[in-house]
């Protein structure tokens, strides 16, 4: 070994006369394998979660209709609310206090509310699904009956008190119950009063005065008991009654039906109350059938009017697709129905057929039949929603008692544009032809013999059939809102795939109207429903 070399021998194998050697492969000796550890718990509650989710979601069914509610519209709903629950307050029943102080024996009876007096209040939004109304510092005006017996001196009278410092913390927990519906789940309360105030008179008005710390106590304790209780089954008996007037599944006319089950529970959040509706529309004769829903979903993002509508291509799709399956999309005129001008010329346009035929045909009333051959669909941009119909033309003539004789059968496609409108609870749709084409679908030279016709067809769609198509359209079909309640002043805004409406809300008639109108039977005594008891009422 020379100095500042290293020199290492390698050991080589021949491989073969000729060739060089090649580098032995070193032997490697396999280390036991060492097993995976399982995962551990956390990981499978993750991996669980996730398939979960992912299960969800691929599941989860598209709404086809949104409604937001926001907090624009608690004004009004406050309002509204607040003569409802004077009302509802003046149902307190008291019972009758009696007691005895030394020789005083007193009774006081028929115990009303017959106002209330607000100095503070309000009606807001709370995530988990709550709507919450608070009252504070607001006074009850009582009437009652008293009888005062000292030895066989006796004094009665009706006479007037105030209940001061009324506190008064309702929520409403909405929920979606089983048939999909959105309903009151329970109703969660405080209510305290702080001081009551009589004003005695008389000649035992000093006899009153010294008893009336007992008076007004047990009346102060009775009063206290008694306002949840009718809290509780104003929400959880009488606005279900209200929202039990909201459709779910119900007819538009004689062959369609519309479904608004609810999808979920509604999300509640410091703003705005959003709903999922279904929003589908099906055949009555095939109650069971439904539509997958691939449309886009409808977004609701503003928050400026009362209420927010959207409605996705797939609500629209669904109904027309609906009144295919039904046979209600065809036309069909006979004889005197066809305009003459149009029977003249379609005539002319088939002469060459027609005077072919035997001379028992050749006078028979002419047939027109138009039918749609796919159901139409609706496109929705923000320039416009156009709706797509291709449909076949048929032309025959039809002699009395004899099979009727084909001359023609032709493809027409058409476009509309469509107009959409609030009236009442009432969505509306308004129809216009704009495209019309009809070609034949046997041959290019048919389909240039065909030209003459496309104006007079057009003519006869405009002015025949389309005020007939408009005229039961316009009669629209109600929104999931309760009865009494309607939508005002509508702004329509098109997006890509669906379309808003924002609206302001307007009670045509009162709560009070409509819920006597739909009241369950046996519910005329608050008592009578599943009121929480009264030591978890008083505050």
Not at 76 to 101: A, M, S
Not at 315 to 323: I, L, P, Q, T, V
Not at 491 to 510: E, M, P, R, S
Request: proline share 8%; glycine share 6%; net charge neutral.
């Amino acid at each position: 070994m020379e100095a500042g070399w290293l020199v290492c021998e390698f050991p080589w194998e021949g491989n073969g006369p000729g060739q060089p050697p090649l580098l032995a492969a070193p032997e490697v000796q396999a280390s036991p394998a060492i097993p995976p550890s399982p995962p551990g718990p956390l990981a499978m509650a993750l991996l669980g979660a996730l398939l979960l989710a992912l299960l969800a979601g691929a599941h989860a069914e598209l709404p086809g209709c949104k409604i937001r509610v926001t907090s624009k519209a608690l004004e009004l709903v406050k309002q509204e609310g607040l003569r409802f629950l004077e009302q509802e307050l003046e149902t307190i029943t008291i019972p009758d206090l009696r007691g005895r102080e030394g020789h005083f024996y007193y009774n006081i009876s028929e115990v009303k509310v017959t106002e209330l007096q607000l100095t503070s209040s309000e009606l807001h939004f709370q995530p988990e699904q709550e709507l919450v109304l608070q009252i504070s510092n607001a006074s009850l005006g009582l009437r009652f009956r008293r009888q005062l017996l000292y030895w066989f001196l006796y004094d009665g009278g009706y006479i007037n008190a105030s209940a001061e410092g009324v506190f008064i913390h309702t929520g409403l927990q909405l929920s979606q119950d089983p048939s999909g519906r959105m309903k009151v789940s329970n109703v969660s309360c405080q209510a305290s009063v702080s001081k009551m105030h009589v004003a005695f008179g008389g000649t035992f008005r000093k006899v009153y005065e010294f008893l009336s710390t007992f008076i007004t106590s047990g009346m102060r304790f009775l009063l206290n008991q008694q306002i949840c209780p009718v809290l509780y089954h104003s929400g959880m008996v009488l606005l279900n009654s209200l929202l039990d007037t909201v459709p779910v599944r119900s007819s538009v006319d004689e062959l369609v039906g519309i479904d608004y089950f609810l999808l979920k529970d509604p999300v509640v959040s410091t703003s705005n109350l959003d709903m999922e509706f279904r929003g589908s529309f099906f055949p009555l004769a095939e109650g069971n059938w439904s539509s997958p829903n691939q449309a886009v979903e409808p977004q609701l993002q503003e928050t400026d009017r009362m209420v927010y509508v959207a409605f996705s291509e797939f609500f629209f799709d669904s109904a027309m697709e609906s009144y295919f399956r039904a046979g209600a999309l065809k036309l069909t005129l006979v004889g005197n129905k066809v305009p003459h001008d149009l029977d003249m010329l379609l005539r002319a346009s088939y002469f060459g057929s027609i005077v072919l035929l035997s001379p028992a045909v050749i006078d028979s009333p002419l047939k027109l039949e138009l039918r749609a051959v796919v159901p139409p669909r609706c496109t929705i941009k923000p320039s416009g929603t156009t709706v797509s119909v291709t449909a076949s033309v048929t032309i025959a003539l039809v002699p009395p008692n004899l099979p009727e004789v084909p001359l023609s059968t032709m493809i027409m496609e058409a476009r509309l544009s469509a107009k959409m409108a609030l009236r009442g609870k009432a969505l509306r749709t308004k129809l216009d032809l704009r495209k019309f084409q009809i070609y034949s679908n046997q041959s290019a030279l048919e389909s240039l013999a065909l030209i003459p016709l496309q104006a007079p067809l057009k003519t006869l769609l405009q002015i025949g059939v389309m005020p007939m198509i408009n005229e039961r359209i316009w009669r629209g079909v109600q929104i999931p809102l309760p009865d009494g309640i309607d939508f005002v002043r509508e702004v329509v805004t098109n997006h890509a795939g669906f379309l808003t409406i924002g609206a302001d809300l307007h009670f045509a008639k009162g709560l009070r109207e409509v819920i006597n109108k739909n009241r369950p039977a046996n519910t005329q005594d608050p008592g009578a429903s599943s009121a929480p008891p009264p030591s978890a009422a008083a505050a």
